[in-house]
């Protein structure tokens, strides 16, 4: 079993940064994959970043490539989303999930048992 709980949303203005933080508890960590997802309103949830549990290169949405870095310290049990130059765009809630451990499946949501509860971040123009 993982538990996992996202911290460092908030409302920021264009151009900001942001960094979220996702604390996981449970002896499964280091061997599984790290994702997070947003979900804006009246959007479905998409992937935004993975990262695997041998921490290979990362994945990231098109979207996101080159403004967001995924990064994993198994040793805190924490993966962590660094937002740069936050766009309105980027408002949506944003979800951590951990599971599987297959390369092949980072960026699928149905490969991620656990997930937190979701953080909240509001990019104003």
């Known amino acids: 079993q993982v538990q996992l709980v996202e911290s460092g949303g908030g409302l920021v203005q264009a151009g900001d940064s942001l960094r979220l933080s996702c604390a996981a508890s449970?002896?499964?960590?280091?061997?599984?994959?790290m994702g997070w997802f947003r979900q804006a309103p009246g959007k479905e949830r998409e992937f935004v970043a993975a990262?695997?549990?041998?921490?290979?290169?990362?994945r990231y949405a098109d979207s996101v490539k080159g403004q967001f870095t995924i990064s994993r310290d198994n040793a805190k049990n924490t993966v962590y989303l660094q937002m740069n130059s936050l766009k309105p765009e980027d408002t949506a809630v944003y979800y951590c999930?951990?599971?599987?451990?297959?390369?092949?499946?980072?960026?699928?949501?149905?490969?991620?048992?656990?997930w937190g509860q979701g953080t909240q971040v509001t990019v104003s123009s």
């Open positions: 999930a951990a599971g599987g451990s297959r390369y092949s499946t980072l960026a699928s949501s149905v490969a991620y048992a656990y």
């Open positions: 449970g002896r499964t960590f280091s061997t599984s994959n």
């Open positions: 990262r695997s549990w041998i921490n290979t290169d990362p």
